[in-house]
């Protein structure tokens, strides 16, 4: 009962757009033996799914929206130094990023903050990344994994184009693609040529590790 209390404050103090709060909430929950990739799913994840609700109900305004996004972002922050990997070495590698014409971030740090508690070696590109933006930093890190995010299916042609590329450089059988963002289903995987969709950054995280210990098994 006290972790679900605690992880109802972190809802709440989101819902209230209060970061302080947020934060203490936070520092309550870790200090409770709350698991940080819990606080992650459980609190701050459903927070903002708390929040999708209340948009839908419109309950919530555009403002509303924002301040609570701005909240998880420092929520986000707080938590990060605080969280153990637990394990050696990295788990793999994936370069994340909005695609072009997009600039919503939330969902995207969410699934990125995942994949870094999860082990994985993370470079966020950030918003709005064009295609040559993602296959530059696929050859630069030597990904095993490309992550990419929208929220509306205007810009899913950038997602087709950043498949395309990576065929036309002879990467696309050395990296494994995924998608999410509120627009997206799982369909939408293979109508844009990716090898997967992750509904929310746990899922994401999941399919992620799942890739890579078929890999490592595969050699």
């Known amino acids: 009962m006290e972790n679900e209390n605690v992880l109802e404050a972190i809802k709440q103090a989101i819902l209230s757009a209060d970061a302080e709060g947020v934060k203490a909430a936070i520092a309550a929950a870790l200090d409770a033996g709350v ?3 819990d606080i992650l799913s ?3 994840t459903g927070a903002m799914q708390a929040v999708g609700e209340k948009w839908n109900a419109k309950e919530f305004w555009l403002p509303d929206v924002m301040a609570a996004a701005d909240t998880v972002k420092q929520g986000i922050d707080f938590l990060k ?3 153990a990997l637990g394990q050696a070495g990295s788990t793999g590698t994936v370069v994340i990023g909005t695609v072009k014409g997009d600039i919503h971030s ?8 995942f994949l870094g508690a999860s082990g994985f070696e993370v470079y966020d590109l950030g918003e709005d990344i064009p295609a040559e933006k993602f296959i530059e930093a696929v050859e630069e890190h030597d990904a095993d994994i490309v992550a990419m995010s929208c929220f509306s299916t205007n810009v899913t042609p950038v ?9 036309e450089k002879g990467l696309r059988d ?3 693609t995924m998608i999410g963002g509120v627009a997206m289903a799982p369909n939408w995987a293979a109508r844009v040529g990716a090898d997967a969709f992750a509904g929310d950054a746990h899922e994401a995280s999941e399919t992620a590790r799942a890739h890579m210990a078929q890999k490592v098994a595969a050699g």
């Open 174 to 176: 050395k990296v494994f």
């Open 81 to 83: 130094p605080r969280m």
């Open 106 to 113: 939330v969902g995207k740090n969410l699934v990125a903050t």
């Open 35 to 37: 698991e940080p990739t």
């Open 42 to 44: 459980l609190g701050i």
């Open 159 to 167: 997602m087709i184009e950043i498949n395309d590329q990576l065929k």
